[in-house]
């Protein structure tokens, strides 16, 4: 079975730093699709980023990067000049070509220090 | 892509209780997920709902306890039966998004206590 493993249940950063979100997963799929989803308090899970597996090209929105690394099976996400609305929870995802269902992580709550 | 209208927001209710929870899409969509994120932990899949069949529910979860329906291709309620304290969770609601693999969009959740 498909995990993911978020290994820092906690971060935290300085307003207007970088800071990177671990994420790894285990599939023996070839054809899958990756995700970051930020909970703010407001429980509305949003979409971030996302990544499809047969693409090298690292997935980039605006502040949002991921750093996907297919063979080591990791999925870091990056946040740029850090807001404070980007304060909430981040859940890596994982989906595999052809199903429908997401498997997530277990979460990593970001904190942004003004 | 869709939008979710999901209601209650909150409840508390008394143990032994249902609760009913309805999830309506601005637009159809053939399958709609129910998942349950208990305090402080990750979201985990309860059932897959397609309109006309009964859901398909994952492992740990079954139908006497979440029953689903899905009489149309915008609406679907997750019922929770017989409730007890441990099932105080927030339960969600998602659709994939307009375009294949593009991810899925979630209701705002219902936060429900039972005491």
């Known amino acids: 079975a498909q995990t993911v493993t978020q290994s820092q249940p906690e971060m935290s950063v300085q307003e207007a730093e970088t800071v990177t979100l671990s994420c790894t997963y285990d599939?023996?799929?070839?054809?899958?699709?990756l995700f970051w989803y930020k909970q703010p308090p407001s429980r509305q899970m949003i979409l971030v980023i996302r990544?499809?597996?047969?693409?090298?090209q690292n997935a980039t929105e605006n502040r949002f990067s991921v750093n996907f690394q297919k063979a080591a099976k990791s999925f870091s996400l990056k946040i740029s000049d850090s807001q404070l609305g980007d304060a909430a929870m981040y859940f890596c995802?994982?989906?595999?070509?052809?199903?429908?269902?997401?498997?997530f992580g277990q979460g990593t709550r970001l904190t942004i220090n003004p | 892509s869709a939008v979710i209208s999901q209601k209650p927001s909150r409840d508390i209710c008394q143990r032994g209780t249902s609760l009913t929870i309805q999830c309506q899409v601005d637009?159809?969509?053939?399958?709609m997920f129910w998942y349950r994120q208990q305090p402080g932990q990750s979201l985990t899949l309860i059932a897959t709902?397609?309109?006309?069949?009964?859901?398909?529910?994952e492992s740990g979860f079954v139908i006497d306890k979440f029953p689903i329906s899905r009489p149309n291709l915008t609406f679907s309620t997750l019922t929770v039966s017989n409730m007890s304290p441990e099932d105080s969770s927030i339960y969600l609601c998602?659709?994939?998004?307009?375009?294949?693999?593009?991810?899925?969009?979630f209701g705002s959740g219902t936060r429900l206590t039972v005491v």
């Open positions: 998602s659709v994939e998004r307009g375009r294949t693999h593009y991810g899925y969009t």
């Open positions: 599939t023996s799929e070839s054809d899958y699709y």
């Open positions: 990544q499809e597996a047969y693409k090298q």
């Open positions: 995802a994982y989906r595999r070509g052809g199903a429908q269902k997401l498997v």
């Open positions: 637009s159809q969509v053939t399958m």
């Open positions: 709902a397609n309109q006309g069949s009964e859901a398909t529910y």
